[in-house]
Structure formats: C-alpha cells, structure tokens
C-alpha cells in the first residue's frame, strides 16, 4: 500500500467504506469506517435482494485515526482534511465494491438546500488520489452554487470513479456497484466527463437516481444540450448587458465540442455568430461539426487544441475540462469576455484562490461571468428528469433555462458593476447565503 491513497489505507484494513464528517462552523472533523461486505459480494443482484447488507462492523473516530497513524496515511488524511477546511465542505465518502477495487467517491459539499445533486465522473488510476480528491470536492463545491442559482431544493456534490477499467470490463457488477454507491449517498446524478448515456442506460436497472440517459430507456438525454442552450442564453444576455444586440458577427471561440460544446455551436451559427472551435479529440469533433454545419449551412473554423484559449475573439467558451484559466494562461488570453461551459474554468482550490483569479482576469480587462451562473441548465433538465420521469419534456427544461439563467446574469453583471466587484464575488454575494444557510 501507498501512503498517500484513503482506498489503499481501506483495503489494508478491509474497510468497505470511510467517511470523513466536517463541521464547517466549528471545524472540527469526524471519521468513521465499516467493513460491509466481503470479496464475494455479488452487486449484480442490488436492487433485487433484500439480504444484501447483512452484517456490518463500524469503527468509530478513535479507531480510525488510530489505524491511519499507525499505517503512515497521517500526511495524506491531514491534505484530504485540509482542502475540505479550505472549501467548507461537508462530508466525503470512500466506498470499495470488495471485488476488482472500484473506487467510488462522493464528494458532499453542502445539503442545507436538501439531498445533494451533481454528476458522476471517472478519473483514471493513472491520477494521483490527492489531485482526484481535489477534483471532485471543488466540483461539489461548484454544484453547491450552481444548484443554488438553478433555484432547484438541492445542495451540492460530485461523485467519481477513481478506476481505469476499459468499458469492456464494465459488467453487471460494476454497473450494479454504482447503483448502490448513489442510492448511498443520497444524490441524485446524472453522467459526467468519463460516463456515456449508455452507462447512465445501465446504471438506471440499478437505481432511478441517474437521469440523463438515452430516450430509449425512456430517460431524458443528455443533459449537456440544455447546459449549452443556457450558455448560449447566457452570451446574449451579457452581451445586451454592454448594450450589445444579437450575435451576429461576434466572434466565439469554443474549447470542447462535446455534449455541451455542440449544441452550442449551434445555437451560435443559427444566430449568425463567427465559430472557432478545438478539440482534443479532433475525428470526434468532425463528427459532431459535419452534421450541425450542413444543417444550418455555415462554417465554423477549426484550430488547434492548444491555440485555443489564445485565439482573437470576443467570447471565449471553455466547454471541456476545469482549471483552463489560471497563472500561466491568464496573460495569453486574446478574448473580451468568457462565457462557457465548463465546471471550475478558474484554477483554484478554494473561494479565495477563484476571486484572486477572476481578479487577475478582470485586470486584463476581460469579463468573466461565473461558470456554475452560466452552465445550469444542465442540472435544470436533471431535476426535472428526476421529478417528472416519464412526464418529462425537452421543451419544459429549455424554457425553465430560459426563465433562469439570462435573469441571473443580468443580475450579477448588475451588481458587479454597481458594487465595482468582479461578477464571481457578486454571485458568492448572492449565492452564499442560500447554500451555507
Ligand atoms: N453534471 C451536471 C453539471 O455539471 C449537472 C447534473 C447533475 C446533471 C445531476 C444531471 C444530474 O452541471
């Protein structure tokens, strides 16, 4: 075992799961472990089973932290605690399925709005556990506020699959684990980077706790095209903000054309915008480009991956991974606003470190508007999945975004201007109160 991984500390002492409590007001910190099940758990049958969890041995605070002194984790828990002093979050849980070692995650940042919400990623094994921790407690904390904004009765998470297993090697156990791991941890979720809609497809026998799936198990698809027709909602608003009308002839440059990047774009050639766009995954991007160009019958212009974020332009949309804009990118922009999609564009661990960034952003004379104000209509056509199931429509999630978002951008692009704050303090300003409490 490593000394800096809670999943090798776990197995070492046959734990199933480890959960890590924090009171954010008092900063004091609870753990606590069990040992569930063994080797031979069949999560094939979860959902259907009723004698499943049949026996448990619990381990109280006193026994974990001794365990981890003992077994040289101490520096690695002391790094874990410290991030979720950092972000004020509530709760971390570790869940091992016992079998092949799937490493499940959740990542609570805050239920004072009610049962969390947020997505299901995957992070390959490759990555450190620190940097996957990090990830997926920063991206709790985002949805905190980006649940807040959506104006749905939810708090905050992430949940993550610290696995590199080839999708071939996903069977029923896998799928069935997972099922079990999100009823657990009482979110409801929907497939992040690292999940297709055909493992939402699948995780769906195990728990109706996953929504955007295929339509051909009567989910709602991905949830990406209403996260991409609020950010295009979102443009237009900041745009009318600086008295600017339409989109045409405003020059938008995209990073990531995925299931959030290409309805964008769109949404953007229909409204007469110029398209640039990348991908890390160019055959990918043909594939998705081709088809929305023929239909509308424009052009979007393609670069390299990495010239992306320093393309001349007057909207830069990151649509892909986090972390984009940070101390070595900062001076290479070349836009006059970011609008995009992505979770956490700023690199940053804590609030502190994102206002510091939108700072050094804003001192370059570049607007940027909050990712978790612009990028929720995703979780808006989530929460209307979840409630409505089969009564769900498209259309009713694209109008609820359109109800939404514009009315918060104006709002914070507002308030920033007439307090002199950047737009993230003025959406911290508003925010804050509701997801703290
Ligand atoms: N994963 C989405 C996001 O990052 C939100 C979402 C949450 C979607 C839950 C579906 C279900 O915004």
């Known amino acids: 075992m490593t000394a ?14 480890l959960r890590i409590d924090h009171d954010r007001n008092e900063g004091t910190f609870r753990w606590s472990a069990a040992r569930e099940w063994g080797e031979g758990m069949d999560w094939s049958t ?8 049949a026996s448990g041995e619990w381990f109280d605070d006193e026994r974990v932290l001794e365990a981890i002194a003992s077994s040289g984790t101490k520096p690695h828990a002391s790094a874990v605690m410290d991030l979720m002093t950092q972000g004020r979050h509530e709760r971390l849980e570790l869940v091992l399925d016992g079998g092949p070692d799937i490493r499940f995650l959740a990542g609570i940042h805050s239920t004072v709005q009610g049962p969390p919400a947020g997505g299901i990623r995957r992070h390959p094994r490759t990555q450190a556990e620190i940097a996957v921790i990090a990830d997926i407690l920063n991206l709790g904390r985002g949805m905190s506020f980006k649940d807040a904004a959506a104006m749905i009765p939810n708090g905050g998470c992430k949940l993550g699959v610290h696995s590199s297993l080839p999708f071939e090697d996903r069977d029923e156990r896998f799928y069935g684990f997972l099922g079990y791991c999100i009823d657990r941890s009482d979110a409801f979720t929907g497939p992040d980077m690292g999940f297709s809609l055909q493992d939402a497809d699948r995780i769906r026998q195990y728990t109706h706790n996953i929504v955007g799936g295929t339509s051909r198990t009567g989910s709602g698809g991905a949830t990406g095209v209403t996260a991409g027709w609020g950010v295009f909602l979102g443009m237009e608003e900041t745009l009318k903000v600086q008295g600017k009308e339409g989109m045409k002839g405003i020059r938008v440059a995209i990073q990531g054309v995925g299931e959030l990047g290409a ?3 769109e949404h953007l050639l229909e409204a007469g915008a110029q398209v640039v766009a990348a991908d890390i995954a160019p055959e990918a991007m043909e594939a998705r ?8 019958g424009r052009k979007v212009t393609r670069v390299h991956a990495d010239q992306i974020l320093g393309i001349d332009c007057d909207i830069l949309a990151p649509c892909a991974i986090g972390g984009v804009i940070g101390a070595d990118t900062v001076s290479t922009l070349c836009c006059s606003m970011i609008v995009g999609g992505a979770n956490n564009q700023l690199d940053a661990r804590s609030k502190q470190q994102e206002i510091a960034m939108a700072a050094a952003v804003a001192g370059r004379g570049i607007l940027f508007v909050p ?5 929720a209509g995703g979780v808006i056509q989530g929460k209307m999945e979840h409630v409505r199931a089969e009564h769900f429509r498209l259309e009713d999630a694209r109008a609820e975004t359109g109800r939404i978002v514009p009315g918060n951008v104006r709002d914070i692009l507002v308030a920033a201007k007439n307090l002199g ?6 959406a911290y300003r508003k925010f804050e109160p509701i997801v703290y409490g």
């Open 263 to 265: 309805p964008l774009v």
């Open 421 to 426: 704050i950047t737009p993230l303090e003025a």
């Open 46 to 53: 979860y959902g259907q089973s009723s004698d499943m969890m």
């Open 289 to 296: 480009l081709l088809p929305i160009e023929r239909r509308i």
């Open 371 to 375: 990712d978790f104000i612009v990028n």
């Open 4 to 17: 800096d991984s809670l999943f090798d500390f776990m197995r070492s002492q046959r734990y199933t799961s």
